[in-house]
């Protein structure tokens, strides 16, 4: 399997599971990072949700948006009537950036250069799933999408990500940093409203 995925290095996977193995098979491109997180989710999916990486919980599970951010993430998809089986789940850089502090492992935001390293696979991915609309969750993904510097807080709603056409709105690690309350519920309803938008653009 090593030489078969060492051939597939040098041409263009064929599918899905062919590009899932070469990912699976490369060294992370980042510190930290243990092992790949895949994406997930059906093959023509008409909505897919880019994160920014996977996190310790991620990490650990070999899943995309199963830690803190991850469940709010689905009780905010939830409210928009959204099914995680439904959609395609997936994040900009595959492997999580962390240094060890401790026992515990800190979350390192990757560089312009890493997202850019990552982003043949996000759109080799997105080449296969084929969505109708991709949600940028937060400025890496929208950078990954895109190539451009986008602040959430002007670019959010729907525009061309690339090739694709998108929607940024807001990561929601985001929401679980913001120390106010109220301010964390106005951002959580704008989340579950662009969530819906999207569901709406995908159909
Ligand atoms: N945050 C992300 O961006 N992606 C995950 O998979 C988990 C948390």
New binding site residues.
């Given amino acids: 399997p090593v030489r078969a995925v060492a051939a597939m290095a040098h041409q263009a996977p064929a599918s899905l599971t062919e590009l899932n193995a070469l990912i699976l098979a490369t060294p992370a491109f980042v510190s930290g990072g243990t092992r790949a997180?895949l994406g997930e989710g059906p093959l023509g999916a008409r909505l897919a949700l880019?994160?920014?990486?996977?996190?310790d919980?991620?990490d650990v599970e070999g899943?995309?948006?199963?830690?803190?951010?991850?469940q709010l993430?689905m009780k905010a998809m939830a409210e928009a009537g959204l099914a995680r089986e439904a959609v395609y789940?997936?994040?900009?850089?595959k492997h999580f950036k962390f240094v060890p502090r401790g026992k515990r492992r800190l979350h390192q935001k990757p560089t312009g250069g890493e997202v850019k390293h990552y982003r043949w696979w996000l759109q080799a991915e997105l080449d296969f799933v084929q969505p109708r609309l991709v949600v940028a969750?937060?400025g890496?993904?929208a950078l990954a999408l895109s190539g451009e510097t986008l602040a959430v807080t002007h670019a959010r709603g729907p525009r061309r990500l690339g090739t694709h056409d998108g929607l940024i709105t807001f990561?929601?690690?985001y929401l679980l940093r913001l120390p106010d309350e109220t301010a964390r519920r106005e951002a959580y309803a704008t989340l579950v409203a662009d969530l819906a938008a999207a569901k709406a653009l995908a159909q």
Wanted: net charge negative; no cysteine.
């Fill in positions: 997180v880019v994160g920014e990486q996977p996190g919980q991620e899943r995309p948006f199963v830690g803190p951010a991850g993430l789940l997936t994040n900009a850089v969750l937060g890496t993904a990561h929601p690690s």
